[in-house]
């Protein structure tokens, strides 16, 4: 399973970004997706997850009513949408993956990492 993350960048606080990460697996639907990041110089931390068939989905307390996460099972594509970024959502984003069904990926661990997006928003 490989998962390729995109659509970071520099924004102003306020502003919005999309990230987009396309899988290449034989069975998206298979598959739990979600998001994390990674913050200069702390650990990282669960951003939000979603369901194998997008019916449910969990978020970071820190996201929540600011970013929505969606998924495409034809295109096998996960989406974070990123609204009225702050700067401490400055970090590098990571796509997740898990084979299996329970929802949520702060459950039973992430099987697949992609490489990471950086998303840097200025004051």
């Known amino acids: 399973v490989q998962l390729q993350a995109s659509g970071g960048g520099l924004v102003q606080a306020g502003g919005s970004l999309r990230l987009s990460c396309a899988a290449s697996v034989r069975t998206f639907s298979n598959y739990v997706m979600g998001w994390f990041r990674q913050a200069p110089g702390k650990g990282r931390d669960f951003v939000a997850s979603?369901?194998?068939?997008?019916?449910?989905?969990y978020y970071a307390d820190s996201v929540k009513g600011r970013f929505t996460i969606s998924r495409d099972n034809a295109k096998n594509t996960v989406s974070l949408q990123l609204n009225t970024l702050k700067p401490e959502d400055t970090a590098v984003y990571y796509c997740a993956a898990r084979l299996g069904s329970s929802p949520d990926l702060r459950d039973y661990g992430v099987n697949y990492w992609g490489k990471g997006t950086l998303v840097t928003v200025s004051s």
């Open positions: 979603i369901s194998r068939s997008g019916g449910s989905i």
